[in-house]
């Protein structure tokens, strides 16, 4: 009766699915100031790579990534995939989040208030995504 749920957790993804998904979660926090500049989607690219995707299929992935954040209406789509990734992977993207947020200097409330929305989704502990926002913010 249960099997169908045990079928589901089973299923594996590939590395471009959870890379893709990655991407559009990576390029809504771009656009949730509403300005969506050329310096965040080379940072998002930057960390694609970093991440294990191949540079032949980088601008493939990345307007797919696009298409899906465009079409979604919460990050729990874009969440699910990375929640079950291991530590590295996750403080990779809160990174890259971060220096994403910070990219024109500063942070607004709606862009903390996603941080902090995140950080729950994605199971991290909210001392280390301060130490990673500070250490971010400092830089800049």
Same mark, same amino acid.
């Given at each position: 009766?249960?099997?169908? !749920?045990?079928?589901? %957790?089973?299923? /594996? !993804?590939?590395?471009?699915? %959870?890379? @893709?998904?990655?991407? *559009?979660?990576?390029?809504? *926090? ?13 940072? +998002? %690219? /930057?960390?694609?790579?970093?991440? &294990? $995707? ?10 797919? *990534? ?11 789509? !874009? ?9 590295? #992977? /996750?403080?990779?993207? @809160? ?6 947020? #910070?990219?024109? &200097?500063?942070?607004?409330? #709606?862009?903390?208030? !996603? $941080? ?10 909210? %001392? +280390? ?9 400092? /830089?800049?």
């Amino acid at each position: 009766m249960f099997d169908i !749920f045990k079928k589901k %957790k089973e299923q /594996k !993804f590939n590395d471009d699915s %959870k890379l @893709t998904k990655s991407a *559009a979660l990576l390029i809504h *926090a771009a656009k949730i100031d509403e300005n969506y500049t050329e310096k965040e989607k080379l940072i +998002i %690219k /930057k960390t694609l790579i970093e991440l &294990g $995707m191949k540079k032949d299929r980088l601008d493939k992935l990345y307007n797919e *990534a696009e298409i899906i954040e465009k079409n979604s209406n919460q990050i729990l789509d !874009f969440t699910r995939e990375i929640k079950n990734s291991n530590d590295e #992977y /996750k403080i990779k993207i @809160t990174e890259t989040l971060w220096s994403i947020i #910070y990219s024109d &200097g500063s942070s607004d409330m #709606y862009e903390d208030n !996603f $941080m902090r929305r995140l950080t729950g989704l994605l199971y991290l502990d909210k %001392k +280390i995504v301060g130490d990673i926002k500070q250490r971010i913010k400092n /830089k800049k």
